[in-house]
């Protein structure tokens, strides 16, 4: 692939410690573009950033950002040139929730389009419970508007969750605008999420994840195994999801496999570029 990104929850550690080292990085490793995490930008202006990524020669494709956050963030978000805001996780295991979710999905959409950017949700594992339209994911693309709100397919937590993902691309043809490359070595099925706003928070306000659930969580990581080298048929996948529109595959790497990080997401990069 000609462009390839990086969503950089994959080397969030690093960038916490030096943000603009990381992304030279990231240029160095051969990637041409970045989707950042959490609305985290190393505590640089938007003039800043757009700097410092037109001198390492990246693309600022996009960034994660929750619904409740999308309208304060839009400023920056447009200053900094973003063509995505993409919500990375919600809560919710019934067709209820999913479906009132759905409303402020659109309604998040509507401020994004207003300002040129657009708006969509990232899957993990638990929106392919059952709901009475099939998945909950698929009560949330029937619910929500096609100009307002797009959809960033984890092919890894899918794959994971047991769906058939080319097949599954081809039914909601032109919904998925971003793909994002994450390997699977495990098909678990469906789960629910546990809910980290029940949890306590510590003075900084990271939730404080219980020692049993954490240990669950970082199980489930190790499944992100090398890309290429799990379960998923990347070739038949990429087919897929160019021919119903994907603009972008982005890479994202949940675990270290091989004890240095930035080997792990430059081996991603090139069987990316290959594919």
């Known amino acids: 692939m000609e462009k390839r990104y990086i969503q950089l929850y994959s080397l969030k550690d690093e960038a916490a410690k030096d943000f603009t080292g990381t992304l030279k990085r990231v240029a160095e490793i051969g990637f041409t573009g970045v989707e950042f995490a959490s609305g985290f ?15 390492l020669k990246l693309e600022a494709l996009g ?25 990375p996780i919600a809560f919710f295991s019934t ?4 479906l009132a ?13 207003e300002r040129g950017i657009i708006f969509g949700y990232h899957n993990h594992r638990h929106e392919f419970l059952e709901g009475k339209d099939g998945y909950l994911l698929e009560t949330m693309l029937l619910n929500t508007d096609p100009d307002l709100v797009c959809f960033q397919l984890d092919v890894g ?9 080319p097949a599954f691309l081809k039914k909601y043809a032109g919904r998925f605008k971003l793909i994002h490359v994450k390997e699977c070595s495990t098909v678990a099925g469906a789960e629910k999420f546990p809910d980290f706003s029940v949890y306590p928070k510590d003075e900084n306000g990271v939730p404080q994840i219980p020692p ?20 998923i048929d ?4 990429k087919e897929a999801a160019l021919a119903q529109g994907a603009e972008a595959f982005i890479v994202e790497r949940e675990y270290d496999y091989a004890g240095d990080i930035f ?3 430059k081996e991603d990069c090139e069987y990316v570029k290959a594919l």
């Open 41 to 55: 930008y190393g505590g640089n202006s938007a003039a800043d950033l757009k700097k410092i990524l037109a001198d």
């Open 63 to 87: 960034t994660h950002i929750m619904t409740e956050n999308v309208a304060g963030h839009l400023d920056f978000a447009a200053e900094l040139g973003l063509k995505y805001i993409i919500d």
């Open 95 to 98: 067709d209820e929730e999913a």
């Open 101 to 113: 979710f759905s409303e402020k999905l659109n309604e998040a959409g509507k401020l994004c389009k």
């Open 157 to 165: 937590w899918a794959t994971c969750a047991g769906v058939d993902v």
């Open 212 to 231: 049993e659930v954490r240990k669950k969580f970082d199980e489930q990581n190790t499944w992100n195994v090398a890309t290429g080298k799990g379960v």
């Open 234 to 237: 990347w070739p038949v996948v």
């Open 263 to 265: 080997k792990c997401v």
